[in-house]
């Protein structure tokens, strides 16, 4: 069973910065065949796509929405993926979700991933 757990989440000041990490556990799992992504939702919204990286991590790929702002990263030899999250806006407020894909380059669907996490949450005030 592949388990992807997020943490990092927490209270920040608007323009502050947080930095989210998701590991993966499992026997046989090792996130360097998955392409990895971070999506969130906020309250009352459906989950969206913030960011994705490609399985050796030379591409990344963002929404417009954090673009400039959050840069995603990987080690897969410690199994792990983070985001790091820059001059953080109180709309950035949302429970973050990293995802384990096995498509290729930079997935954006939710469908395109088959492993989640469970979550964590960042709330930035204003």
């Known amino acids: 069973q592949v388990q992807l757990v997020e943490s990092g989440g927490g209270l920040v000041q608007a323009g502050g910065s947080l930095r989210l990490s998701c590991a993966a556990s499992?026997?046989?799992?090792?996130?360097?065949?998955?392409?990895m992504g971070w999506f969130r939702q906020a309250p009352g919204k459906e989950r969206e796509f913030v960011g994705s990286?490609?399985?050796?991590?030379?591409?990344?790929y963002y929404a417009d929405s954090v673009t400039g702002r959050f840069a995603i990263s990987r080690d897969n030899a410690k199994n792990t993926v983070y985001l790091q999250m820059n001059s953080l806006k109180p709309e950035d407020t949302a429970v973050y979700y990293c995802?384990?894909?096995?498509?290729?380059?930079?997935?954006?669907?939710?469908?395109?991933?088959?492993?989640w996490g469970q979550g964590t949450q960042v709330t930035v005030s204003s």
């Open positions: 499992g026997r046989t799992f090792s996130i360097s065949s998955r392409a």
């Open positions: 990286i490609t399985r050796s991590g030379g591409r990344t």
């Open positions: 995802a384990a894909s096995l498509e290729y380059g930079t997935p954006i669907e939710q469908a395109g991933y088959d492993s």
